[in-house]
T-cell receptor, first 115, second 112 residues
């Protein structure tokens, strides 16, 4: 399977704990995105990488959130001191380098539940 | 603020008939629009897109129409099939295409 993969698919944690999610994009895609989706809403942009550089961050990305893409391949999203409001589906997407307007290919998401 | 709006949370259509899903946007800087389809427990999958230089784009049973003056786009599915039953999201981006703004989705049910 050469699509975008995310791990884990589900995560249940207690409030105050730290969690880390991983995203493996499609191998030739140099752009990587993180989104958050809550019930009844569409995906909301969190952050964007081009290769290893984090070029955009949403206001939604509070200081408890940090994302990395150390070698321009896989990416991690860490949430520190989780809160119940962090419960959501976290989606990763990637797109190729060519062109300006390219569709983003989404992974299956990581569903986070904070108790 | 919701820059992309899908005002119909759900839509039911008979198999073989046309499904029309609507989307409105507020940001006049948006120039690239996409439709994604989402099944439960899966990420969104790309369906069709349109650039603001066009007013129509067609791909098989799927056609997207763009009315820039009204800031409105629609997705037509003809003929609708039961396998089309899913949540459809409209998305938009400005020139750089780095950030997509999504609507809240419309759940389509195609009745056999």
């Amino acid at each position: 399977d050469t699509g975008v993969s995310q791990d884990p698919r589900h995560k249940i944690t207690k409030r105050g704990q730290n969690v880390t999610f991983r995203c493996d994009p499609i191998s030739e895609h140099n752009r990587l995105y993180w989104y958050r989706q809550t019930l009844g809403q569409g995906p909301e942009f969190l952050t964007y990488f081009q290769n290893e550089a984090q070029l955009e961050k949403s206001r939604l990305l509070s200081d408890r959130f940090s994302a990395e893409r150390p070698k321009g391949s896989f990416s991690t999203l860490e949430i520190q001191r989780t809160e119940q409001g962090d419960s959501a589906m976290y989606l990763c997407a990637s797109s190729p380098r060519t062109g300006v307007n390219n569709e983003q290919f989404f992974g299956p998401g990581t569903r986070l539940t904070v108790l | 603020d919701q820059q992309v709006k899908q005002n119909s949370p759900s839509l039911s259509v008979q198999e073989g008939r046309i499904s029309i899903l609507n989307c409105d946007y507020t940001n006049s800087m948006f120039d690239y629009f996409l439709w994604y389809k989402k099944y439960p427990a899966e990420g969104p999958t790309f369906l069709i897109s349109i650039s603001s230089i066009k007013d129509k784009n067609e791909d098989g049973r799927f056609t997207v129409f763009l009315n820039k003056s009204a800031k409105h786009l629609s997705l037509h599915i003809v003929p609708s099939q039961p396998g089309d039953s899913a949540v459809y999201f409209c998305a938009a981006s400005a020139y750089t295409g780095n950030q997509f703004y999504f609507g809240t989705g419309t759940s389509l049910t195609v009745i056999p």
